[in-house]
């Protein structure tokens, strides 16, 4: 098994057309035993919103507490809390730490993840406490696809977020996240089609931290 480290999804800018607001970015993956580093990027998109504050800037605002569901939508509500979908698609740019019985074989590696998180705001809606499930469905030409569950806890930060409508739109979209990943059913080589002894794994513990934008900012 690798030694765990601190992986760093790098933000970048994703302009989609999408049902509801959401978080994008890319990133990268080196901590998984077995094939990587990996490579992709990820969406995240509420697709329910509970409770919030009413009225635009520089009105009064009624106060209507959760679970009252409302349309993830409608800008005029700061949601308190959230039940978002995400998924992504990675790639594994090398693959040559573990043996195969046929040196020439094709080592080509890919994931794809999605799951179900629930979000809650704090501190006046800068920090975003997240956390959920997610399954991560492994292909590729030398082993039989297959698919891990993780649990997944993280917090998102927005250290730049206006106070006041009248400042640039941009500090309420650069998020900061810290958070980690937890495989309960841990990795083998045989799992990549190598031969055995090449690697096994009880679990998984991922710890990550990168940047991420916020398309659907609350305001």
Known sequence: MRPVKVSLLLGALLVVIMPAPAHAWFGWLDNLSGP??????EIEIRLFCFGGEHGAAGESSQFVPAPVQTGCLNRRVKHNSSIDLIT??????????????????NRRTALINYGLLYSVALFDRRVDLKSGLEANYFYGPAFDNFTRLAVVAFFDWKPFARETESKQAWRDIVTLRLGALYFPEGFDSTDFGAIPGGFHTTHELIPFVGVAYDFGARK
């Open 88 to 105: 992504g698609a990675y790639f594994a740019i090398a693959n040559s730490n573990i043996p195969y019985a046929d040196p020439k074989v």
């Open 36 to 41: 990587g580093p990996f490579m992709g990027d």
